[in-house]
């Protein structure tokens, strides 16, 4: 199962690229990719996931232009993502209700693709399209109707909380954008706020907040220790948001070190 989910992932993780590398160019998802630089149609061999990259060492088989580090790292994201939810997921007892099973792990998969697709995209040109935020939207509000189908019969089920959790966060966000004129954070990061609080729910989209929040500054400080950046550098807060997303959605529905412990040791 990890090694099939691995693969899997890898198969997303290119799909992916070709969505953010092809999305608002004029062109179609339809037909065979090519080389950016010479604009050769490339072969089947050249696009199996990761290994046509280091294959050919990161660079085109026909011109030897150098190819972006894009591909391998976007596809590896994707392929430890599937393996690690599968961990999550799929064990003995989740067979029990496997429709329900598969219907959470594909949600939650396809959730964290989206984040994955818009950090990336945020990281290339500083914007968040809308039609990436309405998607996650989408598969948000999907999730949450599924927990709410299996909590149906829960007097005490979560569904207002995770609304007023999303609700909070985009009120968050939307007050950092308009207080500093759009200088501390974008429109767009409130947009996805609001699906990550309605996916996340209370507490851990606080915990994912805190992640983000941390990591930003630890990364920020790191480039302008290293030169890399100064006090008027916009770094895109995207990827951030989707780190402590995945961070909290593990650590706290996960029990990530609990898995690993028990994966380590056979346990």
């Known amino acids: 199962m990890p090694v099939f989910l691995f693969f899997l992932g890898l198969a997303m993780g290119s799909f992916l690229n070709v969505v953010i590398l092809r999305f608002n160019t004029g062109e179609t998802l339809r037909g065979r990719s090519r080389c950016f630089s010479c604009l050769k149609k490339l072969e089947w061999y050249d696009l199996v996931p990761l290994a046509s990259y280091f294959a050919i060492r990161g660079r085109c088989r026909y011109c030897g232009s150098g190819i972006s580090a894009q591909y391998p790292i976007v596809e590896l994201a994707s392929g430890f993502l599937f393996v690690s939810l599968g961990w999550l997921y799929f064990s003995e007892a989740s067979f029990v209700a496997f429709d329900i099973t598969m219907a959470r792990f594909l949600l939650v998969s396809i959730f964290f693709l989206l984040l994955l697709a818009i950090s990336v995209y945020d990281l290339r040109h500083k914007i968040i399209p ?138």
């Open 130 to 267: 809308d039609e990436f935020s309405l998607a996650l939207l989408v598969v948000a509000l999907l999730r949450t109707g599924l927990v709410w189908y299996i909590e149906r019969s829960n007097v005490e089920s979560s569904l207002p909380v995770d609304i007023v959790t999303g609700v909070a966060l985009f009120l968050f966000f939307a007050g950092l954008w308009y207080f500093s004129r759009g200088r501390w954070m974008g429109f767009g990061d409130a947009k996805i706020a609001f699906s990550i609080g309605l996916f996340l729910g209370f507490p851990a989209a606080l915990v994912g907040l805190l992640f983000a929040f941390w990591s930003g500054a630890a990364v920020g400080i790191a480039l302008l220790v290293l030169g890399k950046a100064s006090r008027k550098t916009e770094v895109p807060f995207a990827p951030f948001l989707a780190f402590g997303s995945l961070a909290a959605f593990f650590f706290i529905y996960g029990d990530t070190a609990m898995m690993v412990y028990r994966y380590l040791f056979g346990i």
